[in-house]
């Protein structure tokens, strides 16, 4: 008989290990009915240092079959409230069946073999990885592949995820940039081995069950300026905009003077980029669907050309409109995101560190927000600086100022 993989979620603020492993083992045996879970996916604070790595190794003496690995964020989302600078852990265990989660790990020794681009060379290794840990040729169109990249690891992250694409086909992606403490290199491990800077993952087969798994995404802002064209660009640096310098357009939608200082505002602007429009699209009227266009921060300056750089390649054609951070839409676009999945036994909540009290003035407002709109639903979340999933056409992409929801197991 088909076997049903159950999900839980737990989580603990205790600052002993010995502690926060009996709480964790106590709430998933109890939405088991007693039993031990096959495996599970153990989240901490960056806080918490190497306590989620502990908390895993107690687990595993209580468990020995089970197959744990863990990492850890600047913030997490748990329980109604969000945890960020102090101690935290969240556990996402399942039970066996056929479509039971695999967790994985990629060394950041392999993300960059010597003589290969970095981007494919971690592609090739996570998804070896995958292929190893799953003894499948290729993943299919309804499996979901989580990913946790240590935030400042090697290589561009939307360069080594197109090439990952490109390697596993069609697979449905969803993810967040992972934190260590201070900073640094997040304290991965699996099993009872750490590997500090690795990326985390975990597959779960056939999550949609035939179809295409469904991920959310919300962003979290409002267009500041008409959609323009860049007529001249140098890589990842814009250096005119219908016919201007960028920083031109920037002074006026932000109603600054010739001599105003453009830089304090920019770790608040985001650029929307859309493809390369057709001749018909040039006009005022030009408005991509959301799911058409990605945004990113822009990161630099030139104060004496007025060009500006964002993360991310742009070409001559492409279409460009400033954006700002607005809370009202942020909340209306994330109820809107909510009420379109489908009922799950536990949802991922994988959000921008930016859409917190600087957004709302309210730090746990978003995950509250989720928590109560899906009262079916055990979530749990992360804060980040980006994450992983659909941008324009459907494609995974990095993602800046969003929330990523993903749904995990059927409705019990």
């Known amino acids: 008989d088909w076997a049903m993989t159950a999900f839980s979620i737990g989580f603990s603020t205790a600052l002993s290990a010995e502690t926060a492993a009996a709480e964790l083992a106590h709430g998933v045996l109890e939405a088991f009915g007693g039993e031990a879970p096959a495996g599970g996916l153990l989240w901490a604070t960056a806080a918490a240092g190497m306590d989620g790595f502990r908390i895993g190794h107690r687990l595993l003496e209580r468990w020995p079959d089970a197959v744990l690995a863990g990492t850890s964020f600047e913030g997490l989302l748990l329980g109604g409230r969000a945890y960020r600078g102090e101690p935290a852990v969240g556990l996402i265990s399942w039970t066996s069946g056929d479509r039971a989660p695999s967790p994985f790990l990629v060394e950041s020794e392999l993300f960059a073999p010597a003589g290969r681009h970095p981007g494919e060379g971690l592609a090739e290794s996570v998804a070896r990885a995958i292929l190893e840990e799953t003894g499948r ?4 169109d309804d499996d979901l592949l989580l ?30 940039a992972a934190s260590g403490p201070g900073g640094g290199a997040c304290p991965s491990w699996i099993f009872d081995e750490r590997h500090p800077g690795a990326l985390v993952g975990l597959l779960l087969p056939g999550a949609g069950g035939g179809g295409r798994p469904p991920i959310g995404s919300s962003g979290a802002s409002r267009r500041a300026s008409p959609w323009l064209q860049i007529d001249r660009c140098r890589g990842r640096w814009i250096d005119l905009l219908d016919g201007e310098p960028p920083a031109d357009w920037i002074r006026r939608q ?30 005022a009227s030009f408005e991509p669907d959301p799911r058409d266009y990605g945004e990113r921060f822009v990161v630099g300056l030139d104060a004496h050309s007025g060009a500006i750089s964002l993360p991310v390649e742009t070409r001559r054609g492409q279409r460009l409109a400033f954006a700002l951070p607005d809370a009202a839409q942020a909340r209306d676009r994330l109820r809107e995101t909510l009420q379109g999945l489908p009922d799950s036994r536990a949802l991922l909540q994988l959000a921008c560190r930016s859409r917190d009290e600087s957004l709302h003035g309210d730090l746990d407002l978003e995950h509250a927000l ?13 804060l980040g600086p980006f994450q992983l999933g659909p941008g324009p056409g459907g494609v995974p992409s990095v993602l800046v100022h969003a929330t990523v929801l993903v749904p995990l197991g059927d409705q019990p």
Do not use: C, K, N, Q
Request: aromatic share 2%.
């Open 137 to 140: 040729e290729g993943l299919a």
């Open 254 to 283: 932000l109603g600054l003077l010739p001599t105003d200082p453009i830089e304090p505002h920019l770790d608040r602007l985001l650029a929307r980029l859309s493809a390369a429009p057709s001749d018909d699209e040039r006009s």
């Open 370 to 382: 989720v928590s109560s709109e899906v009262s079916t639903a055990a979530t749990i979340g992360t």
């Open 147 to 176: 990913l946790f990249p240590d935030a400042h690891g090697p290589g561009d992250a939307e360069i080594w995820l197109r090439a990952l694409i490109a390697r596993l086909g069609g697979t449905a992606v969803a993810g967040a």
